[in-house]
């Protein structure tokens, strides 16, 4: 804008100049200089504006074009918030509707948006017609008009200059005429800049007033976008309010239907297991799989195969087992001391018997390992699992009786087997996922345990929760105190992780209370976690919800949902509103069958604020337990303390209940209760207390398996002290080609004759290598004279021993079928073969299977009353620790021919040296 003060300047020297008569002494021409200067100044602004007027279109634009994707975007997404919303409201009404109803508010918001576009681009617009509004021309005339202007006063000044200093030289001459011409063209230049400066005074003033109205005007429209926005927005309050009532519910009713689904989920599971187990344990056994048939008796011993891990090749050695007392002792032989002793306290039967293939075997889990045994037959088989299993129970019962009355320990075998079992819980426990870490501050190798809330915590931590009291966590030390097996029971089943996803559910990582921190910042972190409980996610919006759900956990046995509900400050000790009798949380959960809930019972036991609280009818928790012989549930209830003296409205106390009921257990149990010894409490019974087999998921990771192979036929002592005829059969695995070969694909007729039709088609499934050793077999089979297989072929020794130089277990296998085909074989074997139509399965079969265990059986040289003794033929290294080497012409007593091509045996000179040998080294001795 032009000065204002310049112009008011401009016309005061003009009057002055021409009023010249009056004022003598005023020069204009003194002047001129200065509103040349001036002219240059307004020039240089009016390019200034241009410049700025341009970028603020740009932006204007751009506003524009932004708020339009704006308004259709928000277009976009009504509409699709639309169809969403038809598409659920059939199913889900509110759901539906509140899309739909958000959808109508997002149109009108963009219609909103709309009319901010068109304040935009008012503004942006302004520059272009501002002076066309004004002045009828384009900002562009305007400033070529006021270009035009200016270069014009410049030339006039000029001029103007030029003449008048002509006129200062000529002064004396024609001083009169140039005074009247010069006169004329300086009122020319006055009038020039005169206009010059009401043109410039226009333009600007016009469009900067206008600028600042279109400014107003903009102000204006955003407030109404904002008003009106805000006013839609405060219209749909209302509905809003009423939607989060609704979802709270719709919510409540899907966290209902979840709960059903996942507690449906867990019923499934848990009779696919049942069915499982009832499949595998043939008649006499309980659902839960371990009960044992108790007519098989405590007490068993006999031989079984026991599967050896180690190596490459899996081997099976018959071995002396023996059960009693709850211990399993296997030994090599019957006289023989044991090799290994199991707890089976601390170990698990499975019954993995695969009927279709005849393979009666059975596994024990033991927190160092796994055996695997195969027993002679089927009943065989089922009675040694339940042998194992009543011997165990058998064991349980009389070591937990014998150490709470100390008393009476006599054998001080069953209370070392309890504290096995409670090392190999522990060692369960440890192993379970998060617990290598402090359940609060991550420290490793935690070593106390809260008992009532199952987590394992570093020294630090576990001080701070005994600030916080038993109400919140009772403290034990795992190496200092004596822990017992009642106190086990929900670190067994909770762990550090399930509960931290309950109780740190909200709480990020970088949050989390660290290993380093000082004890304020631990007690400020506990305080929040345990009391303030701020970390967790709740689930349940209303009271009624948070009942049904600590009901429905309670039902399907589900601590992880159970301690959810327990952290929500679910209302254990009240009385459930579904039940008319007034029966709690923990009277539900014992009225269920409880060896499956034990767990659930300790957490209420442990975590109700009232455990002695009365049903209806008076009864206590102790009441119902004791009215259907829960013995374990006793225990816990008066680890919990209980009141036992609390009668109920028949004046009954829960020892009423058990004498009346005679069960001696319970009625014992309770007396000691009420004398307060509760040590008789301690150890808990549980049907699969030992380790969890196949909940491998749980676990950070699967402890290191030992080998059980206690027995490698190392064993010179017991050979030097044994009976030569005693019968050692160790059976290789890996002979399974050849079992299968002799049981199905491969037969001979009564001349000894190979059928090369079928041994071909099982070269087909070897390794292409090996059909050179079994050409080369199969032409010395072609020989009928049997003497000739020896002369033929064994004479050429090193090419045996170049067969036999291969150790790859594939090799081994075709070997020693490439030997079979060699041995002069005892007819027997092929005439007792039956059938070959077998042959597509066996050979399809996996290299662990063979085709009937009763192959793997002694050979039954006692039986037989005779001895076989063999001669070498050629020297022999063994290949492996069960075999034997021997030099030509050694005589080997052999102890099991039942394999026709791999015979067990010791030397006779030196019975150390036993193992097995192949048929095809030795030659027959005439039998003694
Ligand atoms: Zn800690």
Redesign the pocket.
């Known amino acids: 804008m032009v000065d204002r003060a310049i112009i008011h300047k401009f016309i005061d020297d003009v009057r002055r100049d021409l009023d010249k008569t009056t004022v003598s002494d005023f020069d204009f021409d003194s002047k001129l200089p200065g509103y040349r200067y001036v002219v240059g100044g307004i020039e240089e602004s009016l390019e200034l504006d241009q410049i700025n007027l341009q970028k603020l279109k740009k932006y204007c634009k751009s506003l524009v074009s932004n708020i339009t994707d704006y308004s259709a975007g928000q277009l976009q997404l009504a509409d699709y918030l639309d169809k969403l919303g038809s598409q659920t409201i059939s199913k889900e009404a509110e759901m539906g509707a509140a899309f739909i109803n958000f959808a109508k508010l997002q149109k009108e918001l963009a219609a909103l948006s709309k009319r901010l576009v068109h304040s935009h681009s008012n503004l942006a617009s302004l520059q272009n017609d501002g002076h066309a509004k004004s002045g009828g021309k384009n900002s562009k005339l305007v400033r070529t008009e006021l270009k035009k202007a200016v270069e014009a006063i410049e030339k006039l000044i000029k001029d103007y200059d030029s003449k008048r200093n002509e006129r200062r030289k000529l002064d004396s001459d024609r001083q009169h005429e140039s005074a009247e011409s010069d006169s004329d063209s300086k009122r020319h230049l006055q009038v020039q800049l005169c206009d010059y400066f009401i043109k410039v005074n226009d333009a600007k003033l016009k469009q900067r007033i206008e600028f600042v109205q279109r400014l107003v005007d903009y102000y204006h429209s955003q407030v109404s976008y904002f008003q009106e926005g805000f006013a839609m927005l405060e219209g749909f309050k209302p509905y809003i309010q009423e939607l989060t009532k609704e979802l709270a519910t719709v919510k409540g009713k899907q966290d209902e239907i979840r709960s059903h689904l996942t507690g449906l989920n867990a019923t499934l599971k848990q009779s696919k297991t049942c069915l499982e187990q009832s499949n595998t344990n043939v008649s006499g056994y309980s659902l839960h799989g371990y009960r044992g048939d108790k007519t098989f008796g405590y007490e068993k011993s006999g031989y079984l195969y026991k599967k050896s891990e180690k190596g490459i090749r899996k081997t099976w050695h018959k071995r002396y087992c023996a059960i009693k007392n709850g211990y399993m002792t296997i030994s090599t032989a019957a006289t023989s001391p044991p090799k290994t002793t199991l707890n089976l306290l601390t170990c698990q039967a499975k019954d993995c018997r695969d009927q279709d293939a005849k393979k009666w075997n059975f596994m024990i889990f033991s927190s160092s390992g796994t055996i695997t045994f195969q027993a002679e037959d089927e009943s065989e088989l089922n009675q040694w699992i339940s042998v194992v299993a009543n011997s165990r129970e058998q064991a349980l019962n009389q070591a937990f009786d014998k150490t709470y009355n100390s008393e009476t320990i006599i054998d001080k075998r069953s209370s070392n087997a309890v504290k096995e079992l409670t090392d190999s819980i522990l060692f369960d426990i440890k192993l379970r996922k998060g617990n290598n870490l402090?359940?609060?501050?991550?420290?490793k190798d935690?070593t106390w345990l809260s008992t009532n809330l199952g987590i394992l915590?570093?020294?630090?931590?576990?001080g701070i929760h005994r600030q916080l009291g038993v109400q919140y966590s009772r403290i034990r030390s795992l190496t200092l105190d004596n822990i017992v097996t009642s106190e086990l029971l929900l670190a067994r089943t909770i762990g550090n992780y399930s509960f931290n996803e309950v109780f740190e559910a909200s709480l990020s990582p970088e949050d989390k209370?660290q290993?380093p921190s000082q004890m304020d910042e631990?007690q400020k972190f506990i305080e929040a976690k345990y009391i303030a409980k701020r970390f967790i996610l709740r689930k349940y919006t209303s009271e009624e919800y948070l009942i049904k759900g600590t009901e429905s956990a309670i039902e399907m046995s589900n601590i992880e949902g159970l301690l959810q509900t327990f952290v929500e400050d679910a209302n254990f000790t009240g009385p459930l509103p579904n039940y008319s009798d007034g029966r709690n949380a923990l009277h539900h959960a014992i009225n269920r069958d409880c060896s499956l809930s034990l767990h659930i019972i300790d957490f209420l036991a442990k975590n109700s604020k009232d455990i002695s609280y009365q049903m209806m009818n008076g009864d206590t928790a102790l009441h119902i337990a004791a009215r259907s012989d829960q013995s374990e549930c006793i225990k816990l209830l008066a680890k919990g303390g209980i009141n036992p003296n609390i009668t109920n409205n028949k004046k009954e106390t829960a020892l009423d209940l058990a004498k009346s009921r005679s069960c001696n257990k319970c009625v014992d149990l309770l007396e000691s209760i009420m004398n307060n010894q509760l040590s008789s409490c301690d150890q808990i019974h549980v049907e699969d207390w030992g380790i969890m087999a196949g909940e491998e998921s749980i676990y950070v990771h699967i402890p290191a398996q030992e080998d059980f192979s206690d027995d490698e036929l190392d064993d010179a002592r017991y050979l030097e002290t044994k009976q030569k005829s005693e019968c050692i059969a160790p059976k290789d695995i890996s002979l399974d080609l050849s079992y299968r070969y002799r049981s199905g694909s491969h037969r001979s007729d009564h001349s000894g004759r190979v059928d090369h039709r079928r041994s071909l088609s099982f070269d087909e499934s070897l390794d292409k290598k090996h059909t050179t050793v079994n050409r080369y077999a199969n032409s010395i089979v072609d020989n009928n004279k049997r003497s000739s297989y020896y002369d033929g072929i064994l004479s050429d020794s090193s090419r045996m021993s170049n067969i036999r130089s291969h150790s790859n277990p594939y090799h081994n296998s075709a070997n020693r079928q490439s030997l079979y085909f060699m041995k002069p074989a005892d007819d027997n074997i092929y005439e007792n073969e039956t059938s070959s139509n077998t042959l597509p399965n066996l050979a399809s079969q996996s290299g662990e299977k063979y085709s009937n265990p009763s192959d793997l059986l002694p050979g039954t040289l006692a039986r037989k009353g005779r001895q076989i003794r063999v001669k070498a033929l050629y020297d022999c290294e063994a290949d492996n620790e069960d075999e034997l080497s021997f030099q030509e012409n050694e005589i080997i007593i052999v102890t099991s021919d039942s394999d026709p091509d791999w015979w067990c045996g010791y030397i006779e000179d030196d019975c150390t040296r036993i193992g097995m040998f192949p048929v095809v080294f030795v030659e027959k001795l005439q039998s003694i």
């Open positions: 402090c359940c609060d501050c991550n420290s935690p915590l570093c020294i630090e931590c576990s209370l290993s631990r």
